[in-house]
C-alpha cells in the first residue's frame, strides 16, 4: 500500500490529467506540450494558494 | 483516348484512397478507447498520442488502487452513483478490478480516501481520451 503525503498526491494528480489534457486538447505535438505544462502548473499552484487561504483562515 | 500509366496516382485513385482508410464502424475507436485505455489511438495509428495516455490512465487507477481506493461496487445514494459513473469510464480496467474483487471496501485512512479520487478521475479521463479517438477517426481533430 502506497502512503502517498498530500502534495505528493496532488502532484501525481496534476502530471497524469495534464498529459490527459494536453493530448487531447490541443492538436500539435509542441502546443499540446506547452498546454500540458500550463495545466500541471495551474493544478499545483491553485493546490498551494488554496492550502494557505485554508491554512490562514484556520488561524 | 484514355492515357493511365501505372503507379501514376489520379485524383480518382487518390479519393478512393482517402475514402477507404475511412470504412469501418466509426465508433470502434471511441468503444475500444473506453474498454481499453490508448486503445482508439491504437487503432488509428497514433502510437505516441496512445501510449501516453494509456500510461497516464492505467497509472491513475493503478495508484489509486495501491493506495487502497475504493471501487463503486453499488448506488446506495446520489453521490455513489456519481462515483460509479465515473469508475465505469475505466471500461475493462473496472470490470476486471470488480471480479478480481480488488480495492478496498471501506475508505479508512486518508489516503484511501485521494486513492478513490484517481479511480474516479482516471475514469473521467478515459472517456475524454475515446472521445478524442472519435473525433479524430471521424476528421472533426486532426
Redesign the interface.
Known sequence: ????SHFT?VL??A???S???G??MR?TPRRMFRYGIYCFTLFVGSAILLSWVMFLIAR | MLYSQKGMATTATKNDAGQNSQQGFVYLPLIAGWLVPGAGHFLLRKWG?GA??A???V??FA?GL???GKIYTGAQDILDLLGMAGDLGNGLLFFVSRVLGLGADQVQVT?AD?GT??IV??GL?NV??A??AHNLRTGR??
Open positions: 500500500m502506497i502512503h502517498a498526491a501525481l494528480f502530471l497524469f490529467a498529459t490527459v489534457f493530448i487531447t492538436e | 498520442r501516453l495516455l500510461a497516464s490512465i497509472g491513475m495508484l495501491a493506495m487502497k489516503t485521494y479520487k484517481f478521475v482516471a479521463l475524454i481520451a472521445v478524442d481533430k486532426s
